[in-house]
């Protein structure tokens, strides 16, 4: 017990002191453009990542090899490659969840790029392995020339008017993790009552889909007339479609990661550095993206004031995951 104790104190420590020293670390530009590329995997989609790549490789003449999947793809190929001892990624981004289960397995080296410092305090992970760079945040969008805006839903609790009954889409929740997990976090602002919530959502009879992303097509042709998503959907799908503003908006943050055996470390962390600053941050942004550098928003009416009401989501046990899939499976279909 005591040799058990004594191995966690120092393995705390050395994390700490880890953190303390990358604080601030300025990057080596010289070594990363010597270095000539860097390869990121990650789970955003290429258009709304491209013109951050393409000023990154005008500016520092370094390429950036992009491979792209599902957060749930990104790890399983990142985890492949360290298990076999051939880490061929510099970077790592994906969501919250998926990237706790990486680094638990040692896959990230702690750095703090300089500019994240200005972040909120809420969004920064203590130990330095992983650095917040943007954040979805949920709300009702509705369709704006089937739903007046003044009869539109005012917040969650409206979804349960039986006039919306058969005019709603949602993901499935028993199938998909961060609806589970949104469902799950209303006990943030329901407390005990979330699940007599969801219970009355499911008995609205929802369009159910596979995940966030076809909800807003859903929604703007005409299948339903409004649903739960991610606000940033209003500026990446055209149509008539607009979003609710709510008094807190549950919220999914993203992150960046070094790699523990980045093949080219000063490109990764120059990589990093030049995501979470002001020029990266407001690049990401213009496609509809939330991010967490203080003053830049995305051209959506009103993502000022969506900002500083983001809670973000706490991520459930994998056993409370399994758990709440049975539960809400239950919930939706039974007879």
């Known amino acids: 017990m005591i040799k058990a104790s004594i191995?966690?104190?120092?393995?705390?420590?050395?994390?700490?002191?880890?953190?303390?020293?990358?604080?601030g670390q300025p990057v080596d530009v010289a070594a990363a453009k010597k270095e000539g590329k860097v390869v990121v995997y990650g789970s955003v989609v290429p258009q709304a990542i491209e013109e951050l790549h393409k000023n990154l490789e005008t500016k520092y003449d370094i390429k950036v090899e992009y491979w792209r999947g599902s957060s749930t793809a990104v790890a399983e190929r990142a985890q492949t490659e360290w298990r076999a001892g051939r880490p061929a990624?510099?970077?790592?981004?994906?969501?919250?969840?998926v990237m706790v289960f990486m680094k638990k397995e040692g896959l990230f080296a702690a750095y703090i790029p300089p500019s994240?410092?200005?972040?909120?305090?809420?969004?920064?992970?203590?130990?330095?392995?992983?650095?917040?760079?943007?954040?979805?945040?949920?709300?009702?969008?509705?369709?704006?020339?089937?739903?007046?805006?003044?009869?539109?839903?005012?917040?969650?609790d409206d979804l349960l008017n039986?006039?919306?009954?058969?005019?709603?889409?949602?993901?499935?929740?028993?199938?998909?993790?961060?609806?589970?997990?949104f469902l799950w976090n209303l006990e943030k602002?329901?407390?005990?009552?979330?699940?007599?919530?969801?219970?009355?959502?499911?008995?609205?009879?929802?369009?159910?889909?596979?995940?966030?992303?076809?909800?807003?097509?859903?929604i703007i042709k005409g299948e339903a007339q409004l649903g739960i998503a991610y606000i940033k959907f209003?500026?990446?799908?055209?149509?008539?479609?607009?979003?609710?503003?709510?008094?807190?908006?549950?919220?999914?943050?993203?992150?960046?990661?070094?790699?523990?055996?980045?093949?080219?470390?000063?490109?990764?962390?120059?990589?990093?550095?030049?995501?979470?600053?002001?020029?990266?941050?407001?690049?990401?942004?213009?496609?509809?993206?939330?991010?967490?550098?203080?003053?830049?928003?995305p051209p959506i009416q009103g993502a000022e004031k969506v900002t500083p009401n983001m809670v973000p989501m706490d991520n459930p046990t994998e056993e409370e995951a399994k758990s709440l899939s049975n539960e809400f499976r239950q919930i939706f279909f039974a007879k």
């Open 7 to 23: 191995i966690a104190i120092v393995l705390t420590l050395s994390m700490a002191l880890c953190a303390a020293n990358s604080q």
């Open 116 to 156: 994240s410092e200005k972040f909120p305090a809420q969004f920064k992970e203590k130990d330095a392995l992983i650095t917040p760079w943007r954040i979805l945040p949920i709300s009702i969008l509705y369709n704006t020339e089937l739903v007046k805006a003044g009869e539109a839903p005012k917040n969650l």
């Open 89 to 97: 990624f510099d970077v790592v981004e994906s969501s919250w969840d």
């Open 189 to 218: 602002f329901m407390g005990a009552k979330w699940r007599e919530y969801v219970k009355g959502l499911a008995s609205q009879q929802p369009l159910l889909v596979e995940s966030l992303a076809p909800v807003t097509p859903a």
């Open 162 to 181: 039986p006039k919306w009954k058969g005019k709603i889409s949602i993901p499935d929740p028993s199938r998909h993790t961060t609806t589970a997990k």
């Open 234 to 297: 209003v500026k990446q799908y055209k149509g008539p479609v607009s979003y609710v503003a709510l008094d807190k908006y549950l919220s999914d943050p993203n992150h960046l990661a070094l790699g523990a055996k980045a093949p080219r470390p000063n490109a990764a962390r120059l990589y990093i550095e030049y995501a979470v600053s002001a020029d990266g941050q407001r690049m990401i942004s213009q496609d509809g993206e939330f991010v967490l550098f203080p003053g830049i928003y």
